[in-house]
């Protein structure tokens, strides 16, 4: 079973920066896949973007591209998400996830971190 737990969030300006981290724990090594989503009042869970726990590979909503950078430190099971040039926009609940494997589903999640961006 994987652990994750997020941190970083909190109230920033637009135009700001913020760093959110997702520390992994347990089976670490069965996590294939490393996902960032969020989610607003009102509106849909919506993909930020991901990871390969075991690879370079990375992939990044379209509302975040150019923006937002994944990042992992190894050695910490961390998983690092920067947010630069913040918009009221990106105000949600950021949550990290991880799969098993490529058509596994998102079983894991941690409790989530609120990222409040005024305008």
């Known amino acids: 079973q994987v652990q994750l737990e997020e941190s970083g969030g909190g109230l920033v300006q637009a135009g700001d920066s913020l760093r959110l981290s997702c520390a992994a724990s347990?089976?670490?090594?069965?996590?294939?896949?490393l996902g960032w989503f969020r989610q607003a009042p009102g509106k849909e869970r919506e993909f930020v973007g991901g990871l390969m726990w075991s690879g370079n590979l990375r992939k990044y909503g379209d509302s975040v591209k150019g923006r937002f950078t994944i990042s992992k430190d190894n050695a910490k099971n961390t998983v690092y998400l920067q947010m630069n040039s913040l918009e009221p926009e990106d105000t949600a609940v950021y949550y990290c996830?991880?799969?098993?494997?490529?058509?596994?589903?998102?079983?894991?999640w941690g409790p989530g971190t609120q990222v409040t961006v005024s305008s």
């Open positions: 996830a991880a799969k098993a494997g490529p058509a596994d589903e998102w079983r894991a």
């Open positions: 347990g089976r670490t090594f069965s996590i294939y896949t």
